[in-house]
């Protein structure tokens, strides 16, 4: 009989995480909000956004690659050594990439972006190289279904982040460097933490010897699936994020008006940020439910999982829409009132994105990687095609982001529709169907 600490206790020690991080993330703006100039603020919420870009927006790729290997290595009875191997130079590569990138596009980035402060350039570095680790040992923790661990990341990360923080701020002599570079530190402790979980190796399912099928962790395989991934998380994270490092400079000298818009984003993409975990947990059992071929199992947790986020998200945007604009002038300092109907309509856009939060392991359990780098595309283009529409450029980046998650998740919906369909088919109907179940 299963007790109620191995039922609940993963979902608690996540929880907990999570809750330790999404302080921290908060903790993080609304000191510097409070206690920074205008002009400053307003660049700290920039690079917070930048490092949910950049860092994230890679490796997250590469830790859900990773957990969907070795899930699979593990319930069809192989181990996952292998696969740490190939995922710890993979994660090596992309680190020397993506730092080369960023000092080429650093004279842009920093003058625009960061009011041309190149200590939070320097912090923007710092946390890609602390993502690298920790989204690499999250990747780990997870395929091999080790919440407890994976929970420990998330809170170590998230004190490592707030507590410099607050000292910051009591000391009398805030600084915008200072703060960005303790909160691009966090993640490398949250990396650490997680280290200590996977001193052992974890075991593979028991499973006859014969029935064993070809291993889909090889090193080429993994690169393929992550190659469509990192374009499709970057994507992702520019339509999550990008909008207010765009309208920053479209609203010239109205610094104020710039920070509240900052502000008012960062509050309404909370529940986001705190959702990424629950596809963690969510992509291992998709995957060990259709390396099995119970596509049934898959539709059903799928939709379990969309309800939950209608039962929260609903009245988390008609609380936006009412208390919204309140919350960002008392929680953030700001110092313009923006109005209800632009802060409801970002919470809006941001259930779409938790929706699309949950089609997207689907599609990975399902091998369907191609289509999620084609939906982010999609989503992508249409936000930036807004984003340049002449007139308000905080109406602009509204309709950018309405726009923009809706398409992604039509594209989403109606793929994973059509490949369980086809999956569940009759043989001979998947036969004629022509069904991939490679990355693509």
Not at 13 to 21: I, N
Not at 90 to 113: E, F, H, R
């Amino acid at each position: 009989m299963v007790s109620l600490r191995q039922r609940f206790g993963p979902a608690l020690y996540m929880g907990g995480g999570l809750a330790l991080v999404g302080a921290a993330g908060y903790g993080f703006v609304a000191l510097a909000g409070h206690t920074l100039p205008a002009a400053e603020a307003a660049a700290v919420a920039s690079l917070y956004l930048l490092v949910n870009i950049i860092g994230p927006g890679l490796f997250s790729a590469l830790e859900q690659e990773t957990s969907r290997a070795v899930s699979a290595e593990l319930v069809a009875g192989r181990g996952s050594g292998h696969v740490m191997r190939h995922a710890v130079l993979l994660a090596a590569g992309m680190l020397a990439a993506v730092v080369l990138v960023l000092l080429v596009v650093s004279p842009v980035l920093t003058g625009q972006a960061l009011a041309g402060r190149w200590g939070l350039f320097l912090a923007v570095l710092l946390s890609v190289a602390t993502s690298a680790a920790v989204y690499l040992v999250r990747g780990l923790l997870g395929g091999s279904q080790r919440f407890g661990g994976y929970g420990a990341t998330l809170a170590a990360e998230g004190v490592a982040r707030i507590l410099p923080c607050i000292a910051i701020a009591v000391s009398g002599a805030p600084n915008a460097v200072g703060y960005a570079l303790f909160f691009a530190a966090g993640s490398g402790f949250g990396a650490l933490a997680g280290v200590f979980w996977l001193r052992r190796p974890a075991q593979p399912a028991d499973v006859d010897p014969a029935e064993i099928e070809p291993s889909t962790g090889s090193r080429g395989q993994m690169a393929r699936g992550l190659s469509f991934l990192v374009g499709g998380t970057v994507l992702m994270l520019v339509v999550m994020n990008v909008a207010p490092v765009v309208v920053t400079p479209r609203l010239g000298e109205q610094a104020a008006t710039a920070a509240a818009f900052a502000s008012a984003f960062v509050l309404a993409r909370i529940p986001l940020f705190l959702f990424a975990p629950v596809q963690a947990m969510l992509l291992p059992a998709l995957t060990r439910a259709a390396s099995r071929g119970e596509y049934g199992e898959v539709r059903a947790k799928l939709r379990l999982i969309l309800l939950a986020v209608a039962a929260i998200g609903l009245p988390a945007v008609l609380v936006s829409f009412v208390v919204g604009p309140w919350a960002v002038q008392v929680l953030f300092g700001a110092e313009v009132r923006l109005s209800g109907v632009v802060v409801g309509l970002l919470g809006v856009s941001t259930i779409g994105l938790m929706v699309s939060q949950v089609l997207q392991p689907g599609l990975i359990a399902l091998g369907r990687h191609r289509v999620v780098t084609g939906a982010w595309l999609a989503g992508a283009v249409v936000l930036v095609a807004l984003l340049a529409l002449p007139g308000d450029p905080i109406r602009a980046g509204v309709l950018a982001q309405l726009a923009g998650a809706a398409l992604v998740v039509s594209i989403m919906l109606a793929a994973l529709g059509r490949t369980l369909r086809t999956r569940m088919a009759p043989s001979g109907e998947r036969a004629s169907a022509g069904v991939v179940t490679t990355s693509g």
